[in-house]
Structure formats: structure tokens, C-alpha cells
């Protein structure tokens, strides 16, 4: 008798919390693919964007910042606008995984079809056609040449490279590079990451005693951080000192 009393009672419970789930207010917008409403932290569903220290080409193979330009092209859409974001699940870093609208639109198409992201197509097919959309007029990332956001985390020199424009020669080199070098990609990404000598990744804010002495080389496996959240994502602990 207790079980199909509990059982009758999740059949009316699940629905309600299913609908206090969703996350309304405006957003901090943090990546192409992550934003911060209040306390929440939530992940963009469906998609993947590029990292904000990630390079890509532009059409004159020159580099470029594309992860900044994915960040701040979300952050100027949406500005002052209201957020209404359903949540699906929780991911392996805690984060919220959501289906967002702004003023009644899905967030994510209009991520994927300008280009700024790309259909995460292992989680869902459902922004494959804005993808296609997006490569035929050339837009955003699909102007030059980039690595999938995807592929580009756990990089190699065989990682193949997508685009509208053919990779000129050496591209590998500057696609597999990160944009943490000596200069911040975004002068709000001014955190600073390095690898210590047992492998563990520290993060060190303006106002950390060794932050000076950091220096930023790709070739030491540096990297800036545009807060303390992102940081803590990549696995990076704040230094003791």
C-alpha cells in the first residue's frame, strides 16, 4: 500500500517540479554556449560553441578570436533582454542544462544558424538544418576555417578542420594553438591558469600574490580565464598563496 501511494505521489510531484524548473531573469553571459541567471549556472542545450580562448581564421586566414566573437555576438543579442531557459538535466560540472528563449525565441537556433555555434548533434539533431543554413552563407565561424568546438578540447594534429574557406598551409599549428598567449583574448579575461610541477592546474586572480610572475606562453600550457567559475570547470584550483 506505501509503494503505490508513493508511486501515485511522483506521478503528481514530478510534473510541478518539471515546471518550477525553469530559470527566468536577464543573463551574465559567460561563453557562446554558457550563461549565469542569479545563481545558475546553466549550459545551452543541444549546441557547442567555441571555447573562449579558441582560434579560428577568418577569411583572410588571418587569426582570430572566434570563441570572443561567439561570447560577445550572445551577449549583444541578448542584452537587457529577458531569459525563460527549460531545464533538461545536470551536467558532469553541475551546471544546468537548459533550452533557453529570449523574447520567445530558441537561443540556440539562432546561436547555430549565425554561425556562433555548432549542432551538438551526439546530444540532439534538432539545430542540424541551421547548421547547414549557417555553412552555405558563410556565416560566423563558417567564414574561415575552424576546429569543432568539440574536437578542439581534446585537440591533435590530426583534428580535422572545418570551413568555408580551404586551410592554407600550416593552419593546424595556429588552430591547435589557444589564444592564451602573452595577451589576454578579452580584457575581462584576465584571470590567469598555470600547470604546476605535479600536473595540478592553478588559477591566480589580479590580486594573487604570484600573479605577476606568470608568465603566459602556450608552450608552458598557460591559459587566461574570463572568471573564477570558468576556471574552476577546466579543473583548476585557486592558488594557496
Not at 561567439?70 to 538535466?89: I, N, P, Q
Not at 555553412?135 to 590530426?158: H, L, S, T
Request: charged fraction near 25%; hydrophobic fraction near 40%; aromatic fraction near 8%.
Amino acid at each position: 500500500m506505501l509503494r503505490k501511494f508513493l508511486i501515485a505521489l511522483s506521478l503528481i510531484v514530478v510534473p510541478s517540479l518539471a515546471q518550477a524548473a525553469d530559470i527566468t531573469g536577464t543573463a551574465k553571459v559567460r561563453a557562446g554556449d554558457f550563461v549565469v541567471i542569479g545563481n545558475t549556472r546553466i549550459r545551452l542545450g543541444g549546441i557547442d560553441a567555441p571555447s573562449v580562448d579558441q582560434l579560428c581564421l577568418n577569411t583572410k586566414a588571418e587569426r582570430w578570436t572566434c570563441g570572443v566573437a561567439a561570447r560577445d555576438e550572445l551577449a549583444k543579442y541578448t542584452e537587457g533582454k529577458s531569459w525563460v531557459c527549460h531545464t533538461r538535466s545536470i551536467d558532469r560540472r553541475g551546471r544546468t542544462v537548459a533550452r533557453c528563449e529570449v523574447g520567445g525565441e530558441d537561443i540556440q537556433k539562432w546561436l547555430v544558424h549565425s554561425g556562433w555555434a555548432l549542432a551538438y548533434t551526439r546530444m540532439s539533431h534538432d539545430y542540424d538544418a541551421d547548421e547547414a543554413a549557417a555553412r552555405e552563407a558563410k556565416a560566423g565561424m563558417w567564414q574561415g576555417a575552424f576546429i569543432a568546438p568539440w574536437d578542439w578540447r581534446v585537440r591533435n594534429k590530426r583534428t580535422p578542420i572545418l570551413g568555408a574557406t580551404k586551410p592554407p598551409e600550416g593552419a593546424h599549428a595556429v588552430l591547435l594553438a589557444s589564444a592564451s598567449g602573452p595577451v589576454a583574448p578579452s580584457p575581462d579575461c584576465t584571470i590567469k591558469g598555470n600547470v604546476n610541477t605535479s600536473g595540478e592546474c592553478i588559477y591566480h586572480t589580479p590580486t594573487s600574490r604570484w600573479y605577476t610572475q606568470i608568465k603566459m606562453k602556450i608552450s608552458k600550457g598557460t591559459r587566461w580565464f574570463c572568471s573564477v567559475e570558468e576556471a574552476e570547470a577546466a579543473g583548476c584550483r585557486e592558488t594557496r598563496r
